[in-house]
C-alpha cells in the first residue's frame, strides 16, 4: 500500500503540472519544473511530492514566492485515493483502470476550476480509454460501456438543449462568470460540453449501474452546494463549475456505486 500511495503523490505532481501548462498550451515535458514567478528550475530535491512543501514552507528557494497549499494538497489526495483503489482490488487490472480513471478526474477539477475547462484529451481521450479498460478482466464489457457512455452523454446532451430552449428567452438570466465574459453565450446552455462529454467518459469507465449512481450523487452534491452559496449571499445568477461534482460522484461510484445500487434495488431508495 505505501507503494501505491508514492505513486499516487508522484501522479498528482504530474496532473499538477497537467492541469497548469496544457489549458496555457504549454507543453508538459519541457522546460522542467520551474517557479512560474522567478523561472529558476526546481532541482529534484525541491519536488518530493507533499514533503518538499512542507520543507519549503511552501516557498521557492531562490525568490520566496509562496507555492499554493493545493499542489501538496492534489498530491496527497491522489495518494491517498490511489492507495485506497489498491485496498479495494489490489494488484489487477480494476487498480489499473480505476487509477487511470481517478487521475482523469482529479484533472477535470483542476482545469475546471481554475478555467472553466474540461479538456477534450482528458474527456474525449478517457471515453476511448474506458471503452479499452471494459475489454480487460474485470471490466464490464465493451457494450454496456458504449451503452452507459452513450446514454450519459445523451442525457447531458438533452438537459443543455432543453436549458437552451428555456435560457433563451431570458438571455440575461446567467451571467457569465468573471474573466469568461467574452464566452457568455457558452454559459447560456445550463450545461457545458466538457460536461456533456465528461458524462461520457464516466459511462465509460463505469458501466450502467454505477454511472447512475456517480450522476445521482453529482445531482444531489450539486443542488445542495448551489442551495447553499445562494443563502450565503452569492448570486445565483453567476454558474458554478459542475466537473468537480461529477468527478466526485464517479469517484464515489468507483468505490461503493456498486453497493449503492445494490441498496437501491433492495430498499427502493438512497435514503
Known amino acids: 500500500m505505501i507503494y501505491t500511495l508514492l505513486i499516487g503523490m508522484t501522479i498528482g505532481s504530474f496532473l499538477n503540472v497537467v492541469a497548469w501548462r496544457v489549458p ?10 520551474r517557479c512560474t514567478s522567478c523561472g529558476n528550475a526546481i532541482p529534484w530535491y525541491d519536488n518530493i511530492p ?7 514552507r511552501g516557498r521557492c ?36 483502470k480505476n487509477a487511470v480513471f481517478v487521475s482523469l478526474l482529479i484533472c477535470v477539477v483542476l482545469t475546471d476550476i481554475d478555467h472553466w475547462i474540461i479538456l477534450d484529451s ?8 474506458g471503452l479499452a479498460f471494459s475489454l480487460t478482466p474485470g471490466g464490464v464489457g465493451i457494450l454496456p460501456s458504449l451503452l452507459s457512455a452513450a446514454g450519459a452523454f445523451s442525457l447531458f446532451f438533452l438537459i443543455r438543449f432543453v436549458s437552451e430552449l428555456i435560457l433563451k428567452r431570458r438571455p ?26 465528461l458524462a461520457g467518459m464516466i459511462g465509460a469507465f463505469l458501466g450502467p449501474s454505477s454511472t447512475a449512481m456517480a450522476l445521482f450523487i453529482a445531482f444531489l452534491t450539486g443542488a445542495l452546494t448551489g442551495i447553499a452559496v445562494i443563502i450565503a449571499g452569492r448570486n445565483r445568477r453567476i454558474p458554478i463549475p459542475f466537473g468537480p461534482f461529477l468527478a466526485l460522484g464517479a469517484t464515489v461510484a468507483v468505490f461503493a456505486g456498486q453497493a449503492l445500487w445494490q441498496f437501491y434495488l433492495t430498499t427502493g431508495s438512497l435514503f
Open 24 to 33: 496555457r498550451g504549454e507543453s508538459i515535458v519541457r522546460p522542467g519544473s
Open 50 to 56: 507533499v514533503l518538499s512543501w512542507f520543507i519549503l
Open 61 to 96: 528557494r531562490n525568490c520566496g514566492a509562496g507555492f499554493s497549499f493545493r499542489y501538496a494538497l492534489v498530491e496527497l489526495l491522489t495518494g491517498l485515493l490511489f492507495a485506497g483503489i489498491f485496498l479495494k482490488f489490489g494488484i489487477s487490472w480494476l487498480f489499473v
Open 172 to 197: 440575461e438570466y446567467t451571467i457569465a462568470p468573471e474573466g469568461h465574459e467574452d464566452e457568455a453565450d457558452e454559459f447560456q446552455g445550463g450545461m457545458g460540453w466538457g460536461d456533456i462529454k
Open 122 to 129: 482528458v474527456s474525449l481521450g478517457g471515453i476511448v480509454i
